[in-house]
């Protein structure tokens, strides 16, 4: 009984539920689907045209800040380089081996730590790992933030009606701190007064990295720009590359593909 269909988010229509829906709408003429991602596999665009229709592209995040509609975006990638021991300890390992040994390392946990609590305003720092890294590293993070400093901890389990409470004061906030899961910030979250994001975690999701930057982009009366700090794991071991290098890599090439200024700076843990 439907004539027209609109898809927010429609990057998510891959799911069962909504492809579902969309197939029963038989006789519905407009479908319009909306997104600032599509994750660049073919099969998904493939997936989405069949849903929608033919994909076109209105605008990139690079016209939107050159037209001052998006704050103007600056991405430090600061490459961690670890001990020859614990390069070698990984090296041998899987992939999920190289993701726990980089949750629970403390020189790792303390250098992010150390970042949150010297840059300025406000700044969100996204997390993957709930139990294996967000508690912790928010409990860090907290335990040593100045006292007027307010620090927010947000994952899956936290009720809507607190997130919105947080949102609010950081709204009001010049120097506040979100730990966050990609999970909970990375899609809808609309914050305007955000100066800095944190990427505390290795992902290789497009979808993912563009959705958390966009976090950030919201332009506000009290700022232009935002500044992003990949962070990224050197453990690569005589000719082995570790796994999450080679993620970092993937974000390098969308970051070139969205035209975003970077520059690459490499610390020795």
């Known amino acids: 009984q439907f004539g027209v269909v609109f898809g927010d988010e429609a990057h998510l229509f891959k799911s069962k539920s909504l492809t579902e829906i969309m197939t029963k709408l038989i006789d519905c003429k ?11 596999a073919h ?4 997936v989405l045209e069949g849903l929608f229709g033919a994909v076109n592209k209105v605008t990139s995040t690079k016209k939107l800040m050159d037209k001052k509609q ?7 990638c600061l490459i961690l380089k670890h001990t020859e021991e ?4 990984v090296a041998s390992g899987k992939y999920q081996d190289e993701i726990d040994y980089l949750v629970s390392s403390k020189s790792r946990n303390n250098f992010i730590k150390n970042l949150t609590l010297k840059i300025k305003g406000n700044t969100l720092v996204l997390f993957q790992l709930v139990e294996k890294h ?16 307010k620090v927010f901890y947000i994952y899956g389990g936290v009720e809507t009606e607190e997130r919105e409470k947080a949102r609010a004061i950081v709204e009001k906030e010049n120097n506040a701190i979100i730990v966050a899961s990609y999970g909970t910030f990375s899609t809808g979250i609309n914050i305007r007064n955000i100066n800095n994001v944190v990427f505390s975690s290795p992902s290789k999701s497009r979808i993912r990295v563009l959705q958390s930057i966009g976090r950030g982009l919201r332009t506000s009366a009290s700022k232009d720009s935002i500044r992003l700090f990949d962070l990224s794991d050197d453990l ?3 000719s082995k590359v570790n796994f999450t290098l080679n993620h970092f890599n993937e974000r ?3 970051y070139n ?13």
């Open 30 to 40: 407009y479908r319009i689907g909306l997104t600032g991602t599509l994750d660049g």
């Open 43 to 46: 099969t998904h665009k493939l």
């Open 70 to 76: 998006l704050s103007n975006l600056v991405v430090r």
């Open 86 to 89: 614990n390069c070698k300890m």
């Open 134 to 149: 967000g508690k912790d590293l928010h409990k860090l993070i907290e335990d040593n933030a100045e006292n007027n400093r």
């Open 236 to 238: 690569s071991y005589k």
């Open 252 to 254: 390098l090439n969308i």
């Open 257 to 269: 593909e969205e035209q975003f200024n970077y520059k690459i700076d490499r610390i020795k843990l």
